[in-house]
């Protein structure tokens, strides 16, 4: 069965260091999320992505954070310069359309930043 | 301001027993709403998704309830078994213009044997 997956299931970081999250979406999917969890918070929106553009955006979203499909397969996410408030489960999701139709989370990455 | 309210924010349950979880929201105008098992540590996965016309959605022993006049849904667990001990959260979203879901802080369900 296809799934999303991601890479690194946990990263630690410095305060100010770029981290770059990475998840290759279910393949014959065309939209793709990004989601984050801090720890015993409920999930909230970052971003949607689709036909190689933000669709969407969350207040969260700002100027330190981007996304990017490098390839055909993969679907980052770009931290410039983390905060320790950026600590959290970073989980990507992906669906074959958008708005109403099922999404599929990936495992997520945990993301430390010390 | 669009929230969705989950409810018990815990519960605790022996297994076999049916259960049932409820969620308020006053996202508008209303799109659809989904509920998702997430069990710790891991992405949320889809139980069921409603739109506006449907009042009642099966997934197994999972039963999802919509009454979008007073903007309530519940989540019916039958026969309730271990693998149930997760977290379920309720997701609504907005028609129109804007996709950001609303996400419940969701109810933790323990199944005990």
């Known amino acids: 069965e296809p799934e999303v997956t991601q890479t690194p299931s946990h990263q630690v970081t410095q305060m100010g260091q770029e981290v770059i999250l990475r998840c290759v979406p279910i393949?014959?999917?065309?939209?793709f999320y990004w989601y984050r969890q801090i720890l015993g918070q409920k999930v909230e929106f970052l971003v949607s992505f689709y036909n190689n553009e933000i669709s969407e955006k969350s207040e969260i979203f700002d100027d330190q954070f981007s996304v990017e499909r490098p390839d055909g397969s993969n679907f980052t996410l770009k931290i410039r310069s983390t905060k320790l408030e950026d600590s959290a489960m970073y989980f990507c999701a992906s669906s074959d359309t958008s708005g109403y139709n099922e999404q599929f989370f990936g495992p997520g990455t945990r993301l430390t930043v010390l | 301001k669009n929230q969705v309210e989950q409810s018990p924010q815990s519960l605790i349950i022996l297994e076999g027993k049916n259960c049932t979880l409820q969620c308020n929201y006053t996202v508008s105008p209303f799109s659809n709403l989904r509920w998702y098992k997430q069990d710790t540590g891991r992405g949320p996965v889809s139980l069921t998704i409603m739109t506006f016309s449907e009042n009642t959605k099966s997934n197994g022993r999972y039963t999802a309830t919509l009454d979008a006049d007073t903007k309530q849904s519940s989540l019916h667990i039958t026969a309730s078994q271990l693998s149930d001990s997760a977290s379920y959260i309720c997701v609504v979203s907005r028609a129109g213009g804007s996709y950001i879901p609303t996400f419940g802080r969701g109810t933790s369900l323990i199944v005990h044997p």
């Open positions: 393949s014959n999917h065309l939209y």
